[in-house]
């Protein structure tokens, strides 16, 4: 089984959180990352600047019926729910907030299981709310990988705590311990195809 994506939702906090989890990723790295953070509908172009000085993928929003790529960081942008086509490209929407966040981590997580079901790892970082929780219980109905940030050591523990209740999640663990987990993963997936 060859992994071929990973989602991340996070909120408060988030963007640390993200800086840590990617800061050792090669710029080649195999699999494509498509993350939603709760961003104010007013966030700049700063964030996407400050990313790709902070760490070696390169870091984009996320454009409408733009192909996921590998060596990538998608970002849903301000005010959109991003989602995963069958196609294997972005749709951005404009449609009610989900747990009052658009973009809604559960829209991504969701759409993304569907499309990728057991070849995905899906990670909930630290949050003040409850979202990504759903969205996580589907990426393990469909067979991927779930990760939740360990909510001792969060900077806000809710969001890993709602989804540690409503998911068996596979792995709870330090923001510091979350990529190397994801690296031995993609580790074992290869050896295991090839």
Known sequence: MKYEAIVIGTSAGGLDAVKTLCAHLPADFSVPIAAVLHLHRNTKDDLITLLNREIRLTVKYAEDKEQIQKGCLFIAPPDYHLLIEDDRTFSLSVDEPVNYSRPSIDV?????ADVFREHIIG?????????????????KERGGTTIVENPRTAQYSEMPLAAIAEVEVDYI???NEITNKVMELLLRSKCKTS
């Open 108 to 112: 991504l997580f969701e759409s993304a």
């Open 173 to 175: 663990l330090d923001i």
């Open 123 to 139: 990670i909930i970082l630290t949050g003040a709310n409850k979202d990504g929780s759903l969205g996580l219980r589907r990426i």
